[in-house]
């Protein structure tokens, strides 16, 4: 549901206005830039703020973001800008807007500085316009954003900077009423790149917002498929027996691009393949990274196998190796997907298990480690499942995921040769990007007694297996020698 509150009328936004009441002017923005890469079903902005300390001893910062944006963040992440690790920040919905509060590194004398970096990743945020191409045509899509960079603080110079990967902007909003921040022109482009601002002397009071906040949009052309995999159900079992992890994904995909004008003419997508000038708005083939050491790869659709992919893999890699190393997978769907168009399929693989489950002798815990998906390159996925399936008497089950999860159970999954079942932990998620691409980490315990009672059913397996064919083979001599 929350996905879709950009296409909430425009008044509302407005009647969000922010109050920010509570927030002394413990810093001022000496400088905020907002730079937003505009994408498919992704858009990735980071917002540089450069901080000045008012009073003495701070050590918050708060981040104001309007409930819609908020709303269209599927993840967020504060730094110091040039820094690595990610700042602690705690979210507050209780007011009219967002704020995020991040906790300094150090605190801040009176005049202070310190340069914040808020990177956000924005999904379902572009809509095709036209919402119809011919297959010749190119793909046109439309972002819309905020002018002002909201703050609970007075902001010195702000600008807001809005990219598009390719050169050809068709239009973008030229902003009202905002002579008072402007000293040399309220827009301007430079190839790709359209660039609100400067503007000068931003106040936080309701005021502010009511009467100057608006919304702009670029309109742009975009030359990759603009693709939603609307769900994605993994599944990862470990065999201790097999020495395995198996993971396996179903996904069920679909073109978010406009919709074809007219017939769809093979002939005119061979000749534009031939020329290496696809249609943007067509899928033709994907590529994902899949873990090292991968063996026994499969890829399925309604129709049974599609013979048209290609594994090149990786050697496996010891655990907790820095090595960035991957088996790559390229996928090439049964048949083009339009826009509007839908395609389902399954893919899997097995891993060597040592790849991704350590032991603790001493305290006789297994840890593994599944990871939560395998991005496909600009891809949001809005419902995702994750069910790691354990070895047969697990106990003591124990998880933790990389970031909050929507929900997570418990559950036993009965499969062959099983006498108790399996313990499985189930997450979901929404809407998720290539930023999520965290480890889920389970630890687990497998007592003697389950180990003997797998060794028991397995061998009663194997027995009745030998015995029938004991039988068999007699009776087949029997009857030979008649
Ligand atoms: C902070 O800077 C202002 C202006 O630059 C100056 O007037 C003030 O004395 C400074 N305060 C401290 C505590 O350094
Ligand atoms: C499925 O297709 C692949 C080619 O991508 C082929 O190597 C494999 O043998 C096929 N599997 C089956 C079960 O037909
Ligand atoms: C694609 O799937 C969605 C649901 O996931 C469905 O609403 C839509 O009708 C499907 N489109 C086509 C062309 O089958």
Redesign the pocket.
């Given at each position: 549901m929350a996905r879709r509150w950009w296409t909430l009328p425009l008044f509302l936004v407005s009647a969000l206005a922010p109050s920010f009441s509570l927030a002394g002017p413990a810093f001022e923005n000496t400088a905020i830039v907002r730079t937003i890469e505009l994408g498919g079903s992704l858009v990735h902005v980071s917002t540089t703020y450069a901080v000045k300390a008012l009073e003495p001893g701070q050590t918050t910062y708060q981040i104001a973001l309007s409930k819609v944006e908020r709303a269209k963040t599927s993840w967020l992440e504060a730094k110091v800008k040039g820094q690595t690790t990610p700042l602690k920040l705690s979210e507050d919905e209780s007011s009219a807007e967002y704020l995020l509060s991040i906790s300094l590194p150090k605190a801040l004398a009176v005049n202070g500085t310190l340069n914040l970096v808020l990177e956000t990743m924005q999904t379902h945020v572009t809509h095709p316009f036209p919402e119809q191409a011919a297959q010749n045509e190119p793909q046109l899509l439309k972002y819309e954003t905020d002018l002002f960079t909201i703050s609970p603080y007075t902001t010195l110079v702000q600008r807001t900077k809005i990219k598009s990967i390719a050169p050809n902007v068709i239009s973008y909003t030229t902003p009202h009423d905002v002579d008072s921040f402007v000293r040399d022109g309220s827009v301007t482009r430079s190839g790709g790149t359209i660039t609100y601002g400067p503007y000068h002397d931003i106040q936080t009071d309701t005021d502010f917002v009511a009467k100057h906040q608006q919304s702009v949009s670029v309109h742009y052309s975009f030359d990759y498929p603009v693709i939603e995999v609307?769900t994605l159900r993994r599944t990862a079992e470990i065999s201790h027996w097999g020495s395995n992890l198996n993971i396996e994904d179903k996904a069920?995909l679909?073109n978010a691009g406009p919709t074809l004008k007219g017939h769809f003419s093979r002939l005119e997508y061979q000749s534009q393949n031939f020329q290496r000038k696809q249609a943007p708005h067509i899928l033709s083939d994907f590529t994902l990274h899949l873990p090292p050491g991968v063996t026994n790869a499969y890829f399925y659709d309604q129709n049974g196998n599609v013979s048209t992919s290609h594994l090149r893999t990786a050697p496996s890699i010891a655990k907790g190796s820095k090595a960035v190393q991957y088996s790559v997978l390229q996928l090439r769907p049964r048949y083009p997907v339009l826009g509007?168009?839908?395609y389902s399929y399954t893919i899997g693989f097995d891993t060597p298990l040592q790849d991704s489950v350590s032991y603790d002798a001493k305290n006789g815990v297994y840890m593994v480690g599944v990871p939560v998906l395998t991005p496909i390159p600009g891809t949001v996925v809005n419902d995702a499942e994750v069910k790691i399936i354990l070895p047969e008497g697990a106990t003591n089950v124990e998880f933790v995921s990389p970031f909050p999860e929507i929900s997570n159970s418990m559950s036993t999954h009965i499969s062959y040769l099983d006498t108790v079942g399996r313990p499985a932990v189930t997450f979901t998620y929404k809407d998720l990007t290539y930023k999520h691409t965290g480890i889920i980490y389970v630890s687990y315990q497998v007592p003697l007694s389950a180990h003997l009672k797998k060794a028991l059913s397995v061998s009663a397996a194997f027995f009745s297996l030998f015995a029938f064919t004991f039988m068999a083979r007699r009776v087949n001599l029997n009857l030979h020698k008649k």
């Open positions: 609307e069920h679909h509007g168009w839908n």
